[in-house]
């Protein structure tokens, strides 16, 4: 399965903007980049993901690196209600499909 | 549209004993997934299920089976409970394709004593 590398935690200010790195470095051509989020005890949700291009959507932005070898999900402006874990996920259909969750990010949001 | 409904949201078990947790689905997903999360770690991958008919291992599948005989339900069965599964459970369902999203259900606390 491919693996991904992220931060253990990072901290922000309300209303800056965030931006949580993934390094996928054996990320082969096939394989889509997620990201999801867990809220403090509740399941995880889906947050955006891309393949090649940048992709925005209302809850985020993801910028990928043109080797692909690293992404990052931006946050435009940090509520306190983003404070969650972010798993950055690769999915390809050679290993099922799966989502395979590592440790991922723990954003504080700091008032 | 109720997504991805898991039940029951808690259970105690003591340890030898059996039981089902229950995972449905309404969105006609091909793949379906469950999950176990211990306190302060990531979600852990423990059976997962490409259609009806199919399932397949994940990560951590030893004391679990699963069956899929509909496209909308994916129960998991703890065969002989013990201490070590107490955790949180989350199933999860999508699209078949790498790029589908996925959507969890709100998970099961099981205790195991």
């Known amino acids: 399965d491919a693996k991904t590398t992220q931060p253990n935690s990072m901290e922000s200010n309300e209303e800056e903007p965030v931006h949580l790195p993934c390094n996928h470095s054996t990320i082969s051509g096939t394989d889509y980049i997620h990201w999801y989020r867990q809220l403090p005890s509740q399941g995880p949700e889906y947050v955006i993901h891309g393949l090649t291009s940048n992709v925005n959507n209302r809850m985020a932005s993801l910028a990928i690196a043109e080797d692909r070898k690293s992404s990052t999900l931006i946050l435009h402006r940090a509520t306190l209600r983003d404070a969650a874990v972010y798993y950055c996920?690769?999915?390809?259909?050679?290993?099922?499909?799966?989502?395979?969750f590592g440790a991922g990010t723990i954003l504080r949001v700091k008032s | 549209n109720a997504g991805v409904t898991q039940t029951p949201k808690f259970q105690v078990l003591k340890t030898g004993q059996s039981m089902t947790l229950q995972c449905a689905q309404d969105m006609n997903h091909e793949y379906m997934s469950w999950y176990r999360q211990d306190p302060g770690m990531g979600l852990r991958l423990i059976h997962y299920s490409v259609g009806a008919g199919i399932t397949d291992q994940g990560e951590v599948p030893n004391g679990y089976n699963v069956s899929r005989s509909t496209t909308e339900d994916f129960p998991l069965r703890l065969l002989s409970a013990a201490p070590s599964q107490t955790s949180v459970y989350f199933c999860?369902?999508?699209?078949?394709?790498?790029?589908?999203?996925?959507?969890f259900g709100q998970g099961t606390r099981l205790t195991v004593v």
């Open positions: 996920i690769l999915r390809d259909m050679e290993y099922g499909n799966k989502l395979v």
């Open positions: 999860a369902s999508s699209w078949g394709q790498s790029r589908a999203e996925a959507f």
